[in-house]
DNA sequence: ATGGTAGCGCTGCTA
């Protein structure tokens, strides 16, 4: 099963690139984040014409997440468990079962500011995920938290830790929600089949021609339960999806996993 | 030089 997961950054302004990125590498599933319309306005028939089902969470012309799918997509859930954190008028957490695997689309607010009322959201909005994962899943089961967590990982995830001196996205209380999430049995995927690598970016600002300077960050990450890991047999960014006219400031995160094994 | 770009929607906010 291949699944990607890819911040499209406006679904209108992207669907053209994001359907022929579905043709080109065939995804069984795609997560998608920061769509920016309400379901009325999510373009489900250009899904359904390429043969997924559509599950979409949006509110307003801000976040928005979905999932995409072409093996079965079921017991659809928006916002979390308990909706406290989630439906105060935003839409950042989808999750759905597709062909077995339990799967959340995710877009972790951004944090702005160290010490804001939004970084202090932003660890408590972490909190409730992990919250939600164990309340609806077991560490067994095959599951996987895929999307945007405004969260690099560790010192080299970011092109200058010197540029983000006090800044969010690099704090311990940041990486800390993270590592808890994988100790309660989840794993980076792409750091387990490259440990070595630097330079595994996700995103790169707009400004500055950043992507052609290598200032990128890894903060799309593909964090996956034991029974995927030891089926996982590719994670990789696509770099190329970064390139040419109008791109969104991500690029597509692709794991593959071998369910058959 | 405290910059730059993109998307939202129409004024400035968010990232």
């Known amino acids: 099963m291949k699944i990607a997961t890819w911040n499209v950054n406006s679904l209108r302004a992207r669907l053209g690139r994001v359907t022929e990125w579905i043709e080109l590498h065939q995804p069984d599933v795609l997560l998608m984040q920061e769509t920016k319309c309400k379901d009325a306005a999510f373009p489900a028939e250009a899904f359904q014409s390429l043969g997924y089902e559509t599950a979409h969470h949006g509110i307003s012309q801000w976040n928005g997440v979905a999932i995409v799918s072409r093996v079965g997509l079921t017991d659809i859930r928006s916002a979390f468990f308990d909706e406290q954190i989630d439906e105060v008028g935003e839409a950042r957490v989808i999750s759905a079962t597709c062909g077995g695997v339990r799967l959340y689309s995710v877009y972790v607010p951004n944090g702005r500011t160290v010490g804001s009322e939004h970084y202090e959201r932003k660890l408590l909005w972490l909190d409730h995920l992990l919250a939600d994962l164990a309340a609806s899943c077991k560490p067994e089961d095959r599951v996987g938290i895929f999307g945007d967590f405004n969260v690099a990982p560790e010192d080299r995830d970011v092109w200058d830790i010197a540029q983000f ?97």
Do not use: K, N, Q
């Open 165 to 261: 001196d006090g800044a969010t996205h690099v704090t311990e209380a940041e990486r800390a929600a993270v590592t808890r999430l994988c100790e309660w049995g989840l794993r980076d995927a792409v750091r387990l089949l490259h440990p070595d690598e630097d330079a595994l970016y996700s995103w790169w600002d707009y400004r500055s021609g950043s992507f052609h300077r290598g200032w990128g960050m890894r903060i799309d990450l593909g964090l996956i339960s034991v029974p995927l890991c030891e089926r996982l047999t590719f994670a990789a960014v696509d770099r190329e999806a970064r390139r040419g006219p109008s791109p969104s400031d991500h690029a597509p995160l692709v794991i593959e996993v071998d369910l058959a094994r």
